[in-house]
């Protein structure tokens, strides 16, 4: 069991910059790949970025490369999405999942276990 918890969203200017951070708890999370997903109003989830167990390896969505960076602090039990240079279609509920490492790198929502509750990142144009 991982339970996780999302912080760090709020509303931004166009070409501003926000720091997602995603806390988890459960021995096994250091084993898990996790990704972040987002929600706009009005249309599916769709992946952000996913990041390996170990770190070394990571994946983006064409829209977002360049732009955002996932990283993530095993010793803290954290992960995290670095946004800059953030557009108004960036609007979203943010999500952070979890999926096990043989599916690495995976862009479906249906391979993840464990899901956050959410963070609302607005950006004004």
């Known amino acids: 069991q991982v339970q996780l918890v999302e912080s760090g969203g709020g509303l931004v200017q166009a070409g501003g910059s926000l720091r997602l951070s995603c806390a988890a708890s459960?021995?096994?999370?250091?084993?898990?790949?996790c990704g972040w997903f987002r929600q706009a109003p009005g249309k599916e989830r769709e992946f952000v970025a996913v990041?390996?167990?170990?770190?070394?390896?990571?994946y983006y969505a064409d829209s977002v490369k360049g732009r955002f960076t996932i990283s993530r602090d095993n010793s803290k039990g954290t992960v995290y999405l670095q946004m800059n240079s953030l557009k108004p279609e960036d609007t979203a509920v943010y999500y952070c999942?979890?999926?096990?490492?043989?599916?690495?790198?995976?862009?479906?929502?249906?391979?993840?276990?464990?899901w956050g509750q959410g963070t609302q990142v607005t950006v004004s144009s």
């Open positions: 999942a979890v999926t096990p490492s043989r599916t690495y790198p995976s862009y479906f929502e249906g391979n993840y276990y464990y």
């Open positions: 459960g021995r096994t999370f250091n084993s898990y790949a």
């Open positions: 990041i390996s167990w170990s770190g070394g390896s990571t």
